[in-house]
């Protein structure tokens, strides 16, 4: 069975500055993918960027970025320029075979003004 | 494309009755997958369909459970005789899958059911 850890319940960041969310996960899958998704008080959850394990190169979307250490089962998030609307409960996910995910506990993140 | 829905929104229901909750996903995603969360926790997988066929069940879906997808459209989750402790969000997604991973899955608003 997979398991994702997020130690980090809360996180505030003020506006324009940079925060990082923590995650690590366990998997015996030998080919998966990583997720960080965003799901604001509307509740939708919202895909913020995935990651291929394989991949060593790091995956970016405009101001998200993940450092993945894959040997270390590390996949953290990096938010540059913290906009309000940035603010919302972050989940890490891990997938299984069938694209099943399984999620972390979540870290709130506060922006600032 | 107007995205996964899920109907009710809200359900506050009596302990002891059943309850229905409706998903129609993405037209022509041939994955469905039904997820619960609780307050101030991750979602939960509870079983997931391809198609028509309901490939995997969670531990977590008791047998007071039972999801549907016939001819692989929209699908439904019935809770029988419901119990506080099934007070939660009803996640509903879907995903165009070409493969086993790295599928991306759109998820509908939730449908949250209150037992009192």
């Given at each position: 069975?997979?398991?994702?850890?997020?130690?980090?319940?809360?996180?505030?960041?003020?506006?324009?500055?940079?925060?990082t969310?923590?995650?690590?996960?366990?998997?015996?899958?030998?080919?998966?993918?990583?997720?960080?998704?965003?799901?604001?008080?509307?509740?939708?959850?919202?895909?913020?960027?995935?990651?291929?394990?394989?991949?060593?190169?790091?995956?970016?979307?405009?101001?998200?970025?993940?450092n993945?250490?894959?040997?270390?089962?590390?996949?953290?998030?990096?938010?540059?320029?913290?906009?309000?609307?940035?603010?919302?409960?972050?989940?890490?996910?891990?997938?299984?075979?069938?694209?099943?995910?399984?999620?972390?506990?979540?870290?709130q993140?506060?922006?600032?003004? | 494309?107007?995205?996964?829905?899920q109907?009710?929104?809200?359900?506050?229901?009596?302990?002891g009755?059943?309850?229905?909750?409706?998903?129609?996903?993405?037209?022509?995603?041939n994955r469905?997958?039904?997820?619960?969360?609780?307050?101030?926790?991750?979602?939960?997988?509870?079983?997931?369909?391809?198609?028509?066929?309901?490939?995997?069940?969670?531990?977590?879906?008791?047998?007071?459970?039972?999801?549907?997808?016939?001819?692989?459209?929209?699908?439904?989750?019935?809770?029988?005789?419901?119990?506080?402790?099934?007070?939660?969000?009803?996640?509903?997604?879907?995903?165009?899958?070409?493969?086993?991973?790295g599928?991306?899955?759109?998820?509908?608003?939730?449908?949250?059911?209150?037992?009192?």
């Amino acid at each position: 069975a997979q398991t994702v850890t997020q130690s980090q319940p809360e996180m505030s960041v003020q506006e324009a500055e940079t925060v990082t969310l923590s995650c690590t996960y366990d998997t015996s899958e030998s080919d998966y993918y990583l997720f960080w998704y965003k799901q604001p008080p509307s509740r939708q959850m919202i895909l913020v960027i995935r990651q291929e394990a394989y991949k060593q190169q790091n995956a970016t979307e405009n101001r998200f970025s993940v450092n993945f250490q894959k040997a270390a089962k590390s996949f953290s998030l990096k938010i540059s320029d913290s906009q309000l609307g940035d603010a919302a409960m972050y989940f890490c996910a891990a997938e299984e075979v069938g694209s099943r995910l399984t999620f972390g506990e979540g870290t709130q993140l506060t922006v600032n003004p | 494309d107007t995205g996964v829905s899920q109907d009710p929104r809200h359900k506050i229901t009596k302990r002891g009755q059943n309850v229905t909750f409706r998903c129609d996903p993405i037209s022509e995603h041939n994955r469905l997958y039904w997820y619960r969360q609780t307050l101030g926790q991750g979602p939960e997988f509870l079983t997931y369909f391809q198609n028509e066929a309901q490939l995997e069940k969670s531990r977590l879906l008791s047998d007071r459970f039972s999801a549907e997808r016939p001819k692989g459209s929209f699908s439904t989750l019935e809770i029988q005789r419901t119990e506080q402790g099934d007070s939660a969000m009803y996640l509903c997604a879907s995903s165009l899958a070409r493969g086993n991973f790295g599928n991306t899955i759109y998820f509908g608003e939730g449908s949250w059911l209150t037992v009192v």
